[in-house]
């Protein structure tokens, strides 16, 4: 019975290693990377996580409502709920290649084997950056949905700065039409950063209470000013 059991066990993970095995289409890496770049404007979910790189290591929790455009994060270990405001990033999300483009010409892409985050396939893609103005970023995309659901930062030196991993992700369903403040269209601002950092456009201008907020980005790192 034992023999039998063991049999089973290792046939199970034989499976497992030929479906994990990436038969590497051409076009793989543009699907997920494309899935990456629309997944906050598109897709609702739930996604729990551990920060593993604070002390002690803290669990959050984000409830991402595309519709809505509305982002809440609880801290799940300590009980403090923010609500984030997602400006709409309509030139953030280009086509499979043209977004290929528009990250090459900051980071070189490398994907790696597929493998598993939190009972989904995620397929890991090394960001590493063209100059010294930005880290070195692994990503563990979902290739259903692009979300990520693990991620490593690295200095020049490969020592990890930041690292955190998924436990869980559940989509949700539609969640409704924005109610906030919508985005300015992506130059429509008072004022601008000239000259731009580089390999970073302007994607959104975002206006509530007297306030504007630019939000630049390079095809992968964000800053908002």
């Known amino acids: 019975m034992g023999g039998a059991a ?31 770049g629309s997944a906050e404007q598109n897709l609702s979910y739930r996604l729990t996580w551990v920060v593993s790189d604070a ?21 799940l270990s300590g009980g403090s709920t923010a609500t984030l405001p997602l400006p709409s990033l309509p030139d953030a999300q280009p086509e499979a290649t043209q977004r290929l483009l528009w990250l090459q010409r ?13 009972r989904r396939i995620v397929l890991p893609v090394w960001f590493q950056p063209n ?7 692994l990503l563990w995309l979902d290739v259903e949905t692009g979300v990520p659901l693990k991620t490593q930062v690295h200095d020049s030196d490969g020592r990890i700065l930041e690292y ?9 369903p539609d969640a409704g039409t924005a109610t906030g403040v919508a985005a300015a269209p992506p130059h429509a601002g008072s004022w601008r950063v000239d000259p731009l950092p580089p390999g970073f456009q302007q994607v959104a201008v975002h206006r509530e209470g007297g306030r504007e907020q630019l939000f630049l980005l390079d095809g992968l790192a964000t800053i908002s000013v």
């Open 6 to 36: 063991a049999v089973s066990a290792r046939s199970w993970w034989v499976l497992a290693a030929l479906w994990l095995t990436p038969v590497l289409h051409a076009d793989e890496l543009q699907v997920v990377l494309n899935r990456f």
């Open 164 to 172: 955190s991993v998924a436990t869980e992700l559940e989509l949700l």
């Open 106 to 118: 900051s980071y070189r892409l490398q994907a790696r084997p597929r493998e598993m985050v939190a």
């Open 55 to 75: 002390r002690p290591p803290q669990v959050l929790e984000r409830v991402h409502l595309a519709g809505r455009r509305q982002s809440t994060m609880e801290l």
């Open 131 to 137: 100059d010294g103005l930005r880290y070195a970023t």
